[in-house]
């Protein structure tokens, strides 16, 4: 027994030294990978004891400067303008900012995007194609696939964390929406967020679109609890800030360049602009936007943008069976004399907010002027994708209904005729005028394989750099190619390794050589693939392959489209079909295509509806559930984490304790354009469901008033059936301590509530209020809320009620 036992424990000896040794070497062996791996350089000083016998080495501790007269960088972006919208290629709408601009640099003519923001904004970032940085389309449509996640790899580095080790200062204005939904909040993942994306500073909103007279604010990495007096307008707001942060850092740091990338909500729904700018364009667009299509189209003629002879494509293109209802445009003879009326003034608006917003970029080019800055600044001066046609073809007072698959009426936007651009609408002009501002293209944005959602204005503008004032260029090119541009200027070069990460080759080419170019002297790009939300096609070496497959029709059957072929180079509006006459070419062109999906992760193709693939359930930190619970006074919950009541039954319950002079909002979820709200008014509990801002509320009032004490209140929704536009009807009840004190039939959403961002919130409403019974904001006051539970899991609401009194009792 003896000699067991010490054989056990000499074999555990043995073990106990084979493990240290192994856990040694392991070690070693980490440490010198770490070391090797490490960017801090090698330290070549000395040191002793003593600090007087020492050597410091500042080396390996300084940052790194950029290369000796780099220029700055300030990048406009605006959303959703098409080549004839604006005043530098004929249009009607006046931009004297981009107009000195382009007298002081040059015109692109022939600069393209993807045709959808999010992924245009994806590829001027990191320089790849949009599929390669996991953006096949707008964040909210993400998918499992590897060109759809809606995240940007550590494989595709941004330009803004390259500059930012190479001395610069980086900072982003206005509109972000490249960081996943369901990341857009207070304790969600940051990965994506600008500031861990390179941006030293950040001040916008995150998401796709926001108010501009409520806007959802971001500072850096926090949200901004922020009250908007009367007059404020994101667009004046981003410029403040914009003219702020390169103030600091030129009051602390005025020998380091900077990189800012201003993107104002303009001019993306909702068209929001002063009344003193909307008056400005005051009957300018009565002719309606067939004359306008046509009239423009000879003005870019004129001034060159177009080569002579472009023809002007027809209004409505896309083949019947193929086309999109949704889609269409109306001819403007068939208009009734309020249509016309209402139509014109959307246009109205809609060149008074690119006006408004070209004013306030203006003070920030004005102050690089008088600082003497601007002579050394890039700016370039640019549009992500064609012209919106989110509007359906009778345009909209809430650009929500197109979101929720749920038409407009005529009748009920006349209402708000006096008042667009207000913040009582929430407007998007008809398809019509997409098509017009796209001019003279077919169709607007979503159509990657026409140019009228991808031929965007670029003016830039570098007097230092440039030696061409006010001359154009013909040079086909597209957003991927402004990274590799940049580099070029600045004389740096995109990194084959990132922090231990093998990068993604940059997919585009520098324009630079076009700065000392003629207008029409060869593009060196070759080739140039477009997809978007199943529409799809390809620019190679002048010719242009068109599949015939509608954006979001819901059709599959993409092995059974018909492709069209058109030679660009001589044919710029894409107007004539060569396909029958080249099959060769066309075939060349198609098999290209498939080359470049393969190359770029561009399948599969996806063309299901907007509330389909925006209802897709995606993984978060916080997984879905059927009870949640809220807190108080927190920050809101944006739409991608917050309980989803779409298409089903529901429960709100709050714990609260009144006085009775308790008033104020218990929860809220979305804005006067589609939301809910339950809330206390006049010693009475409401619930207002505010279907798509169509009046008037549903509104849910209790039949007797609240007594001063501890309260379990709440309501109920049961569906009974889905209506034939796919909202949910049924009936709702109100509840006081269990006893039922209102109710009613009603009906609710298909799809979310709003793109702008407007997060659920307990005890305050952010923003633009959901229901016109209370004004923005409305804390709870003179009260307390213990909490809010929201439940989708079928349990009885009495059931719910027994425990949230019991807990109420408790405290």
């Not at 990191?126 to 993400?142: F, P, Q, V």
Request: proline share 6%; with cysteine.
């Amino acid at each position: 027994m003896k000699k067991q036992k010490l054989l056990l424990r000499t074999l555990f000896k043995l073990i106990t030294f084979t493990l240290l040794i192994v856990g040694i070497t392991s070690c070693n062996s980490s440490t010198e990978k770490d070391k090797a791996n490490s960017s801090t350089p090698k330290f070549k000083g000395k040191i002793a004891l003593d600090v007087r016998d020492s050597e410091s080495d500042w080396s390996a501790y300084t940052p790194k400067s950029a290369p000796k007269g780099a220029p700055n960088i300030l990048f406009i972006l605006y959303d959703d303008t098409g080549l004839g919208a604006w005043s530098p290629y004929g249009g009607a709408i006046n931009m004297p900012t981009m107009d000195k601009l382009a007298a002081n640099g040059l015109t692109y003519t022939q600069w393209h995007t993807t045709a959808l923001c999010s992924p245009t904004r994806s590829t001027i970032q990191t320089g790849r194609n949009h599929h390669l940085n996991g953006m096949a389309a707008i964040t909210e449509t993400a998918d499992g696939f590897p060109g759809a996640n809606g995240r940007m790899g550590a494989e595709v580095t941004p330009l803004s964390k390259i500059l930012q080790d190479n001395g610069y200062s980086t900072f982003w204005i206005g509109k972000n929406h490249n960081v996943p939904e369901q990341d857009v909040a207070s304790g969600g993942s940051k990965k994506q967020w600008p500031l861990q994306m390179g941006w030293d500073r950040f001040y916008g909103f995150i998401g796709g679109e926001t108010n501009q007279w409520y806007p959802d604010l971001i500072e850096d990495n926090h949200f901004v609890d922020k009250e908007f007096e009367e007059g404020y307008h994101l667009s004046k707001d981003l410029a403040d800030h914009a003219l702020g942060m390169i103030r600091d850092q030129q009051a602390t740091n005025p020998s380091k360049p900077w990189y800012m990338w201003y993107n104002p909500g303009a001019n993306h729904a909702p068209h929001h602009a002063p009344k003193d700018y909307i008056a400005k364009y005051k009957g300018k667009f009565d002719a309606g936007y067939d004359a306008y299509r046509e009239w423009v189209t000879e003005r870019m003629i004129e001034k060159e943008i177009l080569p002579e002879g472009t023809v002007n494509t027809p209004m409505n293109p896309m083949r019947e069976d193929m086309a999109e209802a949704i889609d269409n445009v109306r001819p403007w003879d068939s208009l009734n004399d309020d249509e016309k009326k209402l139509f014109a003034k959307m246009a109205e608006v809609y060149a008074a907010f690119s006006e408004y917003t070209d004013a306030q970029v203006g003070r920030v080019i004005d102050y690089l002027e008088a600082s003497g800055q601007l002579a050394n600044t890039i700016v370039l001066y640019a549009a992500d994708n064609g012209a919106s046609g989110e509007g359906s073809p009778n345009g909209s007072v809430n650009e929500n209904k197109f979101f929720n698959n749920f038409p407009d009426e005529l009748e009920e936007n006349m209402k708000y005729l006096d008042v667009l651009g207000g913040p009582e609408t929430y407007e998007h002009y008809p398809t019509g005028w997409a098509s017009a501002f796209s001019a003279p293209f077919k169709m607007f944005k979503r159509y990657s394989q026409y140019a009228g959602g991808t031929n965007d204005p670029l003016v830039i503008s570098w007097p230092k750099g440039i030696k061409a004032r006010g001359e154009i260029r013909n040079q086909y090119h597209h957003s991927v190619d402004i990274v590799p541009t940049l580099l070029e200027a600045i004389g740096l070069e995109m990194p084959e390794e990132y922090n231990g990460v093998k990068q993604v080759p940059l997919s585009g080419v520098s324009m630079a050589y076009t700065f000392d170019a003629k207008p029409n002297d060869p593009t060196q790009k070759k080739v140039q693939y477009f997809a978007m939300l199943g529409s799809r096609g390809i620019w190679k070496e002048g010719w242009k392959a068109a599949a015939i497959h509608a954006p979001l029709s819901g059709r599959s059957n993409f092995d059974k489209d018909d492709w069209e072929l058109y030679h660009v180079d001589v044919d710029r509006s894409e107007s004539k079909d060569l396909a029958k006459e080249n099959p060769e070419k066309l075939q060349e062109l198609i098999d290209a295509w498939f080359v470049e999906a393969e190359k770029n992760n561009v399948l599969p193709l996806d063309d299901r509806s907007a509330a389909e693939i925006i209802g897709i359930e995606r993984p978060s930190q916080e997984p879905a559930r059927d009870r949640y619970v809220y807190y108080p006074f927190a920050a809101p919950v944006p739409e991608g984490n917050a309980v989803n009541v779409r298409g089903r039954s529901y429960k709100i319950l709050a714990n609260v304790e009144i006085t009775d002079k308790t008033s104020g909002v218990v929860f809220a979820h979305g804005s006067r354009f589609g939301g809910h709200s339950l809330f206390i008014k006049n010693n009475k509990l409401y619930y207002v469901y505010n279907f798509l801002g169509i009046k008037p509320e549903q509104v849910f009032e209790s039949s007797i008033k609240l007594k001063p004490g501890k309260h379990t209140i709440g309501m109920e929704f049961k569906k009974d059936k889905a209506g034939d536009k796919g909202e949910s009807i049924g009936n709702t009840t109100l509840y006081i301590d269990g006893k039922a004190v209102a109710e009613g039939a009603m009906r609710t959403q298909p799809a979310k509530f709003t793109l702008s961002g407007d997060g659920l919130c307990i005890g305050y409403d952010s923003g633009d209020a959901v229901s016109e019974l209370y004004p923005s904001d409305s804390k709870f006051a003179n009260g307390t809320i213990d909490f809010v539970g929201v439940t989708v899991e079928g349990t009885p609401y009495v059931n719910l009620e027994a425990e949230a009194k019991r807990t109420l009792m408790s405290h």
